[in-house]
């Protein structure tokens, strides 16, 4: 740089009437919509957290319902099979 260039460097910052610079206006404005997307995507994730929690209970209590007929099939491959129908039978009531 020359000499004419160093002299007339202007070191003064913008700022708005209200004297706050506009980046850190920038900056707040960032901040509050990292916030604001990072309390959606909790409270969202914990709405589908809940809602698997709470499909689990509903299959343990169907199957705590069935177990004396679980208790009877003598092999592993009926039981096996019942359970997965069971299973089925309840996705396709949940869906309904």
């Given at each position: 740089m020359d000499n004419y260039e160093?002299?007339?460097?202007?070191?003064?910052?913008?700022t708005t009437e209200s004297g706050v610079d506009g980046g850190w206006i920038a900056l707040a404005?960032?901040?509050?919509?990292g916030l604001c997307s990072t309390i959606y995507f909790g409270v969202k994730y914990k709405k589908k957290i809940k809602e698997a929690q709470e499909k689990d209970a509903n299959f343990q209590k169907i199957l705590r319902e069935h177990q004396a007929e679980i208790d009877v099939l003598i092999s592993e491959k009926e039981r096996q099979e019942y359970l997965i129908r069971l299973y089925e039978e309840y996705i396709s009531n949940m869906e309904e």
């Open positions: 160093l002299e007339n460097v202007n070191t003064e910052i913008e404005v960032t901040a509050f919509l």
